[in-house]
């Protein structure tokens, strides 16, 4: 599962947006008013990169995974 919420990307989202994370932990951005979803951090235009996924060319057991400030790392 991915870290906790850098707290300076939940307070900075607008009133009428919240946030939400998929099952694999990626984040994503809810505009309330306008009913839509982006991968796109409203002021900063940026993606969250979070999460994990399996690559095919990783060892056995491992996996790739980032950061909420979009590090890559690697988890066994």
Known sequence: MAADLNPDWISCLPSSWSYGVTPDGRM?????EAKSTT????????AV???HRKTPDLPTG???GYTFEGARC???
């Open 49 to 51: 990169i979070t999460g």
């Open 74 to 76: 690697f988890i066994k």
């Open 39 to 46: 991968w796109l951090h409203p002021v900063t235009g940026e």
């Open 28 to 32: 994503f951005f809810i505009n309330e």
């Open 62 to 64: 491992w996996e790739e």
